[in-house]
């Protein structure tokens, strides 16, 4: 659509208006927004229990409501992830590089981290960056372009080296998640 500024934001202030239920579920937010800020004042944990309760309801009526779109919607989701793993596009793959090469660096300067932790990161993020470096000597290798992602994933090479790299990037997600999880919460334990 070809709307201006002044149109886009004229959309956006009128948006909520709509419809009756574009103006209850504005409501709605604005009281959660309003129980929100009054809980951060008084640190209530029954307000905080019944605000969590009050958020899965509503929530719940809407998966209620529009199961059937948010299925569709959520398989579409992971399609749409298992093709940028299994078949990612060169901005994905580089993304995915940039992304191991500074958790390299963070670790390399991190000076509090556990040696086996360094280690395994360190594992990780230099094998997938090996694969990374392998995979564009490759594409240049073989005068591939890298915007064509078809082409690229027609040669067994190109494809078993992205495969095995993003199962490493993976793993190293799962990982420092897994780790950063179980640091927190023994550092948390550790301070009572």
Known sequence: MDLSLIEQ?????TLPFQSFLTIEILLIFIILYIFLLYNEKRQNKKVKIALIALIIFFFSLLVFYFQEDIINVLSEIVRTV????????????????????????Y????????????????TLTIIHLYLFTNFISLAISMNLSLIDTANIY??????????????IFIILIIYKVIYHFCYIRHEKLKNR
């Not at 670790?107 to 360190?122: A, C, D, F, R």
């Open 9 to 13: 934001l004229l959309t956006f202030i």
């Open 107 to 122: 670790t390399m300067l991190k000076k509090n981290l556990v040696k086996l932790n360094k280690i395994i990161t360190y």
């Open 82 to 105: 298992m093709r940028c793993f299994y078949f990612p596009n060169i901005i994905f793959y580089i993304l995915t590089a940039i992304i191991s090469l500074v958790i390299l660096i």
């Open 154 to 167: 027609q040669h067994d090479n190109m494809f078993v080296i992205v495969l095995v790299s993003q199962i």
